[in-house]
């Protein structure tokens, strides 16, 4: 009897605390712990102008070897001041009066700037490192000029060359037999107020001496592997900044072979 009266009271303990063990929660799984955030790299924020202050945006200068039809040629814009020109180029080796401009010739430069009234009508370039978009300039053949510029040119003098004269493009390319001598640009329908297209118009000087050849073997490593007349050219322009005419070139070999006869 005493024994059914214990396993009772028992009974009785585990329903009184049963509610209590079922009030408590469930210990949860251990969860992986996020990693700490790392703090993002800060860009410097772009400098503020003052109030009332436009942002400045740099601007490219022209680039000096380019040529512009119409335009410009090694930065040398149309209607800019002769003493722009000047400062930039310092002092001309030649100065001609003609009767429609004065001619500067930068010999150092292989450049000739045409002047009316104080501004630039006109310049010309012998120089092969000035280019027309790239694919055009000085010893370029006239093929080329055609691909790039086109058809419509009328013959006439470019600087003492024969040439193609393109009017309403403001530029003309005077001819060493095929190859491009000198480039000129102009305004564009201007070409008839530039003395240097003028049929005997301005070019530049002549050069007062010129290196003997007359003793050295043509077409032989002493000559560049050329004729007399065409090593008398190749050498002629580094020291002039002008190239000469096949022709001129040719007379000088003649009288320098008379000569040392």
């Not at 390319?173 to 190859?179: A, I, M, P, V, Y």
């Not at 049929?199 to 560049?224: K, W």
Request: positive net charge.
């Amino acid at each position: 009897m005493r024994r059914h009266a214990t396993l009772a009271a028992c009974v009785v303990i585990v329903l009184a605390i049963a509610p209590a063990f079922a009030q408590q929660p469930t210990p949860p799984y251990p969860q992986p712990v996020p990693p700490a955030p790392q703090p993002s790299p800060t860009q410097p924020a772009p400098p503020v102008p003052p109030p009332g202050i436009a942002p400045v945006v740099p601007q490219l200068p022209p680039s000096s070897l380019r040529i512009v039809p119409g335009a410009s040629l090694a930065g040398i814009t149309m209607g800019s001041g002769l003493r722009l020109i000047l400062s930039r180029f310092g002092r001309p080796s030649d100065v001609r009066d003609t009767s429609v401009d004065t001619v500067y010739t930068f010999s150092r430069w292989g450049i000739v700037v045409y002047i009316q009234g104080g501004k630039v009508s006109a310049a010309s370039t012998s120089n092969s490192l000035l280019k027309l978009s790239n694919e055009l300039g000085v010893g370029y053949r006239v093929d080329e000029v055609l691909r790039a510029v086109g058809r419509n040119f009328r013959e006439g003098t470019v600087e003492n060359f024969p040439g193609m004269i393109y009017d309403d493009q403001g530029i003309a390319f005077g001819l060493d037999r095929t190859g491009v001598a000198v480039v000129i640009v102009f305004p564009r329908n201007t070409a008839s107020r530039v003395s240097g297209l003028f049929p005997g118009g301005a070019a530049p000087p002549a050069i007062a001496g010129f290196p003997q050849v007359a003793g050295l073997r043509p077409y032989s490593a002493e000559t560049n592997y050329l004729s007399l007349p065409g090593y008398l050219r190749w050498i002629v322009y580094p020291a002039s900044g002008v190239w000469i005419t096949y022709a001129e070139a040719a007379r000088v070999v003649q009288e320098q072979q008379a000569a040392s006869r």
